[in-house]
């Protein structure tokens, strides 16, 4: 996704936690390779502090803001309800929720008439999952933010979207569920196989182009590998 908005022009800012620093300086050289700049952020979401001065760096270093990606997730794989404790419900919402809830309020100031926020959701919040029921809840309630936030801002002209994957090869994958399960990863799909990032990326960008998609906010698009069973 990093890697398309540069080669689209667009300087990117990255938060990422601390221990994903690798990943960010790799993902820095890809954009900086594109000719973009790259501003590494390091820190936790879940902070709202942090969520203020990451924006505010990003407008410090690059002078404006125009589009903002909400995609912080946290997700682990839970076969029996009560299974899933105090702790890990309040972690999975404030990752996947108050993440998006806190980046969109510190970013809000910063946008103008063109600007565009873009959520990502998944199919289990269209559909649930049982073995994700806290990580399926937080995707549901990402789908009627961004909906609900889409109505809120449609006048100030900035535009709130959300892409909703069904399975897609990531680290979240290995990281989350067993041994076996990540083998069969996607393979229930028309396409029988996972999808990869490159081919969810340009979602992101056709939401951000005010020139492809100025006529659309509320939106939930869904990439599925041919599965048309959502709706």
């Not at 300086?25 to 700049?37: D, K, V, Y």
């Not at 936790?44 to 410090?60: G, I, L, S, Y």
């Not at 510190?106 to 926020?117: V, Y």
């Not at 959520?119 to 049982?130: A, D, M, Q, R, V």
Request: glycine share 8%; charged share 25%; aromatic share 8%.
């Amino acid at each position: 996704m990093a890697v398309l908005y540069a080669r689209e022009g667009a300087n990117v800012a990255i938060v990422y936690l601390k221990a994903e620093q690798s990943d960010a300086e790799e993902t820095q050289e890809a954009i900086e390779a594109e000719g973009g700049q790259a501003l590494l952020l390091p820190g936790d979401v879940k902070d709202p502090k942090f969520c203020r001065k990451a924006v505010e760096r990003t407008v410090k270093e690059f002078g404006r803001l125009d589009v903002l990606v909400n995609n912080a997730a946290y997700q682990e794989t839970r076969e029996k309800f009560e299974d899933i404790s105090e702790e890990d419900w309040d972690v999975t919402f404030r990752t996947n929720i108050y993440g998006y809830f806190y980046m969109a309020q510190a970013a809000l100031p910063h946008l103008k008439p063109g600007s565009s926020i873009i959520n990502c959701g998944s199919i289990t919040g269209l559909e649930g999952n049982k073995m994700l029921i806290d990580y399926a809840s937080t995707k549901g309630a990402i789908h009627a933010f961004t909906k609900s936030l889409a109505q809120n801002l449609v006048e100030r002209g900035i535009r709130v979207n959300c892409v909703a994957p069904g399975p897609i090869w990531t680290v979240l994958q290995p990281v989350s569920k067993p041994a076996e399960q990540v083998a069969e990863h996607g393979t229930d799909t028309p396409m029988k196989r996972p999808g990869q990032p490159e081919e969810v990326a340009p979602a992101f960008v056709f939401f951000a182009s005010e020139a492809d998609s100025a006529y659309i906010s509320g939106e939930v698009l869904t990439i599925l590998g041919g599965e048309t069973r959502a709706s």
